[in-house]
């Protein structure tokens, strides 16, 4: 099962004190906007997320559709397909991807331990 590119998205209290602690790591932005209190980082293959008030705790995201640099990849499994595959799994989804629709969805899932999982495809 390939989920996509693969991130943390991070839950930050001062986007411009984890913004300028991550650049001393390395990492560069790569997209986002500081003035909406969201940027995306990348440092080689790695990405990061930097979230200021959006979501409680950090969660690992998965973007099907794209690779680490957020190219659209020609071939690629549906958000929908995964969603399918995992819930015949029995996995339980907290939120769902529309089936009847196309195009941009995304579905959520908690692993054992409450850690969140975001299967978000944008395109």
Same mark, same amino acid.
């Given at each position: @099962? /390939?989920? #996509?590119?693969f =991130? &943390?998205?991070? =839950?930050?209290?001062?986007?411009?004190?984890?913004?300028?602690?991550?650049?001393?790591? $390395? %990492?560069?932005?790569?997209?986002?906007? &500081?003035?909406?209190k969201?940027?995306?980082l990348?440092?080689?293959?790695?990405l990061?997320?930097?979230?200021? !008030? @959006? %979501?409680e705790g *950090?969660?690992?995201t998965?973007?099907? $559709?794209?690779d680490? *640099?957020? *190219?659209? +990849? $020609? *071939? %690629?499994? !549906?958000?929908? !397909? +995964?969603?399918?595959?995992?819930?015949?799994? #029995?996995?339980?989804?907290?939120?769902?991807? /529309?089936?009847?629709?196309?195009?941009?969805? =995304? %579905?959520?899932?908690? !692993?054992? /331990? #409450?850690n969140?999982?975001?299967? /978000?495809?944008?395109?």
């Open positions: @099962m /390939d989920l #996509g590119a =991130s &943390i998205s991070l =839950s930050v209290k001062d986007i411009e004190a984890s913004k300028a602690f991550y650049e001393k790591l $390395g %990492f560069t932005v790569f997209g986002g906007d &500081i003035t909406q969201w940027l995306i990348k440092n080689g293959a790695h990061i997320g930097l979230f200021q !008030d @959006m %979501f *950090n969660i690992l998965f973007n099907p $559709g794209w680490q *640099n957020a *190219n659209t +990849l $020609g *071939n %690629f499994t !549906d958000v929908r !397909d +995964l969603q399918r595959q995992l819930k015949a799994q #029995g996995l339980k989804l907290e939120t769902e991807a /529309d089936e009847k629709t196309t195009g941009p969805a =995304s %579905f959520v899932l908690h !692993d054992p /331990d #409450g969140a999982i975001l299967v /978000d495809q944008h395109i």
